[in-house]
């Protein structure tokens, strides 16, 4: 029995961040969290970070560590996305106001000072959001870059093109300078694109088997899905809408779900018509060399089991 994965949780919940959390709460034997990060993003941070411990207190663990990071990308204005996600970024179910404190570290110190204390390539960085607090990590503290296991992220698309532009995915577009800064890093990346999220649609079929098991988690976070996947269903005219963040965990807890190949993928910084494409070079035409494993393909039914299974379990 192997002892479980040292993680770092970054993200802007979010709903689809919150089942991303939910399931690696879930996964103990697996999954062993260090901290969360939160960042602004999908809403600012003031609320990411309140909604990052009114997941913890939902899911009965405020013994989990959750630490503010930067409230902004390092090069540009922020972006968030209330039209998808809500004024609070977790509409959809009444929640109390968190009452668990936020640690006084501030996120990028806390990931400098844990990848210097953890021995080296123990800790896996498993990034919801846009990259600002990893960028800063790595522009502060290069030298805690090698020590990095892997970084697990969710960002980018190259055959679905974008979601907050036809160019550019959301997480990559908030900040293309911290993503240019993770990607250019020399860090083993495993990148989880829309290309792979939007065949994780969640389907009326797929959201009852949630309600079913249900507890208190499981029904907050069907409220949490049917608000979230309303935005999505009247753009794609879809059952469901995409599940994009659990994505980084299910990896985790089961990476034979997803299938890709190392490839080089460079980010647009400089157009703003452009502005955070990855341009994923997936049938290696550019001789670059290969920075991430880009995955493609995953086994939607078996990673809705897992999610479904691993929900049943808080
Ligand atoms: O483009 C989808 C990503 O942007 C997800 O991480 C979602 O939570 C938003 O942050
Ligand atoms: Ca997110």
Redesign the pocket.
Known sequence: MTSPRKIIID???????AA?IMLAFASPGELEILGITVVA??VPLRLTSRNARVVCELCGRTDVKVYEGVDRPMRRDLVT?EH??GKTGLDGAELPEPTMAVQSEHAVDFIIETLRKEPAGTVTLCT???LSNIGNVLERAPDVAPRIREIVM??G?YFEGG??TPAA??????DPHAAEIVFRSGVPLVVMP?DV?HQLMTTKARVSRIAAIGTRPAKVMVEWLEFFERFDEEKYGSDGG?L??PTVIAYLLEPELFSGRDCNVEIETASELTMGMTVVDWWRVSGRPANARVMRNVDSDGFFALLTDRFSRI
């Open positions: 993200t802007d919940p979010g709903q689809d961040d991303a993003g999908n996305a998808v996600h919801l959001g846009p969710m960002g698309g979601n907050i995915e959301f997480n990559i577009y908030v829309l999220t995409p994009h963040d």
